[in-house]
């Protein structure tokens, strides 16, 4: 025997429930809804159950046709009529509303997906629903904890890139809070996040993942921060390790920066300002050669002519310029050739903010050609994961609490959705016209 179903209550589309009556008020939906259970027996003693009563609760559900909606679920109240059973009374439950609660189970599980996936604020989630703020986190943290901890998350990870920098979690009311984060470096997702900067931190979470997972690991890119590369070599010793384009490329224009200031400093005997010919360059110096619009060329050398007496500035800025193009060489043999005249360049440039990057980068010489025996490792991945992050920071508003933090970033940028992609409209047989 099939069960009949309204037109209503297929609109509804809520397991066990049918839609009894809806009003509208203002732009919102109110749909008065009760269970399809017509008995229900008494849990202590199994005496068939009265109804004793009916009792109203109010619960937010999704929106329909772009209209908030609010579901009154008439409760039913039933009663054990057996005299000796100490059980009186108990209302209906479902597992699609749960007690006291003051959203459906699927608004929640929406909820979840647009803060997570969409990268909603919970503020905003919240507000669109008409719930509390902890409402809608609460629900964030319950569904969005299993996709987090799903161990086949971090399944298949070839790459691992080490991160620091772009994970600052910085603020008005406090200090810079450092985080690692570590990321999938070819499927361009987001593994981890870790409270502090260290190669301990670092360290203790390698060591936490199976040992085949780590087996897995061929290339770990990293930012040239030492600790990092010890705990890598120590956890992950077969892994090479691989230094981070983009931030050797940082580097190469941090010092460009430190020369300015201090040539600055020393022919006007102030900090930069508005109308000083270098610091008026400032932001030019650390575009890439090949971005400069004729007029940005012209505004470069006027600066350093003015500005740049000794040619200290354009040494360091043809020294970052170099840097950068170390990428483009064929092969390592050939980048090799080339970082041995580029470090004679900055050691013979007298330019002593070129000499400390030039011992830097010496440093790193293996992890730094290592690059071109790995097929390039690249940062894109983690650099577009950056945006992301960022993204999620200006959302949140400053996270004050860091596993809200963790949970939120992983749900954005670590965790596929899978989310059911509606068919297409056009080329489907109409199913209602016979
Ligand atoms: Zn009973």
Redesign the pocket.
């Known amino acids: 025997m099939q069960e009949e179903v309204s037109a209503a209550t297929a609109m509804l589309g809520l397991d066990g429930f049918v839609l009894l009556a809806v009003s509208q008020q203002n732009g919102e939906l109110e749909q008065a809804i009760e269970t399809t259970s017509r008995e229900d027996f ?6 068939q ?1 009265r109804l004793h009563d009916r009792r109203p609760t109010w619960v937010r559900d999704l929106p329909a046709a772009g209209r908030p909606v609010t579901l009154v679920w008439v409760k039913r109240i039933w009663r ?1 009529v ?1 005299p000796r ?3 009186v009374t108990w209302s209906e439950a479902s597992p699609a509303i749960r007690p006291r609660a003051s959203m459906t189970e699927r608004a929640r599980v929406e909820v979840c997906r647009r803060v997570g996936q969409d990268g909603h604020s919970v503020a905003q989630v919240a507000a669109k629903f008409g719930v509390a703020w902890g409402t809608v986190m609460a629900a964030v943290v319950e569904y969005g904890t299993p996709l987090v901890d799903d161990p086949d998350r971090l399944a298949g990870v070839q790459a691992l890139g080490v991160d620091e920098t772009a994970f600052l979690a910085a603020n008005a009311k406090h200090h810079t809070q450092f985080v690692t984060g570590m990321v999938d470096v070819t499927a361009s997702r987001l593994l981890d996040v870790v409270q502090g900067r260290s190669g301990t931190v670092l360290c203790q979470w390698i060591s936490a993942q199976p040992q085949p997972w780590r087996d897995g690991i061929r290339v770990a890119a990293l930012d040239p921060f030492r600790g990092y590369a010890t705990a890598l070599r120590t956890s992950l010793p077969h892994a090479t390790r691989v230094l981070d384009a983009f931030h050797v490329t940082r580097l190469g224009f941090a010092a460009v920066d430190d020369v300015r200031r201090r040539v600055q400093r020393q022919d006007l005997g102030h900090r930069g300002r508005k109308g000083d010919p270098l610091y008026s360059i400032r932001r030019v110096l650390r575009r890439g050669h090949e971005h400069l619009t004729d007029t940005a060329w012209d505004r470069l050398l006027t600066g350093l002519d003015v500005g740049d007496v000794d040619g200290q500035v354009a040494a360091a800025w043809i020294a970052a310029q170099d840097l950068r193009l170390l990428y483009r060489a064929r092969d390592r043999d050939d980048a090799g050739r080339r970082l041995h005249r580029w470090l004679e360049h900055c050691a013979d440039s007298g330019v002593p903010e070129l000499h400390r990057l030039a011992r830097t980068i010496d440093g790193w010489r293996p992890e730094l050609l290592a690059y071109f025996d790995t097929g390039g490792a690249s940062n894109g991945p983690t650099e577009a994961m950056n945006l992301l992050i960022k993204k999620i920071k200006r959302t949140g508003h400053g996270f004050r609490n860091f596993d809200n933090y963790r949970l939120r970033l992983l749900l954005h940028c670590g965790v596929d959705w899978h989310t059911q992609q509606p068919t297409r409209i056009r080329g489907r047989l109409p199913r209602l016209i016979a």
Do not use: I, L, Q, T
């Open positions: 008494c849990g202590g003693c199994g005496v159950a054990c057996e059973c100490p059980v």
